[in-house]
């Protein structure tokens, strides 16, 4: 049932989820459809702000109970579902019951592993509704700062890199001899990676919609105004703060890189489902600096299905190649550095 639902809301997931060991695949499959539905609840856009702000804190409560209530989620279900376009999570929402059925079947400790992330990350969906209570490009609001930005990518990816790592420590023993807190150190800076990669490759997306992740202070310092970012020709303008934020995400993406390389070698599929979304994201990255219409809602910026299956094979290789990983990172990193700084120039 599980896996059905995810290949209906994530292929990309999906992609890591058919990789990863039998004996996490469920708790993460389950914590990731926890994970989406919260985001669903709070992106349902035909729901009044303050129904969304209900709908969240009653689902979010059912993580504080010790055992949910199955009338208050069959009354959040039929509250929400409708206000659904996708016809994916029209189906993630129906079974919204049968998540929590599998949940009470796990031990108590997975349980809460998945329940400390659940209420972590809906506290980033609730500062989310906070900061963006409008829905379109002519209610748009800006994060104020660098270390607000810093605190909802923690609330969103940061605690899922966290949860990654402790559900797989606990259940691998391969895994048993490794620095665990480093880990978990190195697994949060990875989530807040890959979030600000979304972040940045979606500026376009959710600008129409209300959100910008850009700081206010940037802006400010450049003397662009947050209404402004919905002109495509103001990119230019904004260069720096595009060029400042990736070259902190790539130092995130830098510790994502360590992490692989901490994990043991006979962890083959633990290591595979990490480097797709690192070798994806940093690639990504080089997409998002390149482009000329980032900030356009009409044009998707991501990585071709070329590139996509390129990437797949060289990571076969560097599960049975000593070094290849390393070397193979690397030089998408510097071809990175390379456009990063040719930008930088060109602005100077």
Not at 53 to 82: K, N
Not at 92 to 102: A, E, G, K, T
Not at 229 to 249: F, N, S, V, Y
Request: proline share 4%; with cysteine.
């Amino acid at each position: 049932m599980l896996r059905h639902i995810l290949k209906k809301v994530s292929r990309s997931f999906y992609l890591s989820l058919i990789v990863l060991p039998c004996v996490v695949r469920q708790q993460v499959s389950l914590a990731y459809l926890f994970c989406r539905i919260a985001d669903t609840i709070a992106d349902s856009r035909m729901l009044p702000y303050h129904q969304r702000q209900e709908a969240l804190a009653t689902f979010r409560e059912q993580f504080l109970l010790t055992y949910p209530s199955f009338t208050r989620l069959e009354q959040l279900q039929t509250a929400v579902t409708p206000s659904q376009a996708s016809e994916g999570e029209q189906q993630l929402l129906s079974h919204l019951s049968d998540c929590f059925w599998v949940f009470l079947r796990l031990s108590k400790a997975d349980q809460q592993y998945i329940r400390e992330l659940v209420l972590t990350l809906t506290q980033g969906m609730e500062l989310d509704l906070q900061y963006f209570p409008g829905e379109t490009a002519a209610t748009v609001r800006a994060l104020p700062d660098l270390s607000t930005l810093d605190q909802y990518i923690y609330y969103v990816a940061g605690v899922v890199g966290e949860f990654w790592t402790k559900i797989h420590t606990a259940h691998l023993p391969v895994l048993q001899r490794c620095d665990a807190q480093v880990l978990c150190r190195l697994g949060m800076r990875f989530g807040k990676g890959l979030q600000m990669t979304n972040i940045l490759k979606d500026i376009a997306q959710d600008l129409r919609h209300g959100r910008c992740y850009l700081p206010a202070s940037h802006l400010e310092y450049l003397q662009v105004g947050v209404g402004d970012l919905c002109k495509p020709e103001i990119l230019g303008r904004i260069r720096p703060i595009i060029m400042a934020l990736t070259w902190d995400t790539l130092e995130h993406l830098d510790c994502a890189r360590d992490y692989i390389l901490r994990l043991p070698h006979r962890a083959f599929r633990l290591r595979l489902s990490c480097m797709w979304p690192l070798l994806f994201a940093v690639q990504t990255l080089d997409v998002v600096c390149k482009s000329e219409a980032l900030l356009r809602p009409d044009v998707r910026t991501k990585i071709s299905r070329q590139v996509v299956y390129r990437t797949i094979g060289w990571s076969v290789w560097c599960l049975v190649v000593p070094g290849l990983f390393a070397r193979y990172y690397s030089r998408l990193r510097q071809r990175l550095t390379t456009t990063l700084l040719s930008q930088e120039a060109y602005m100077a």
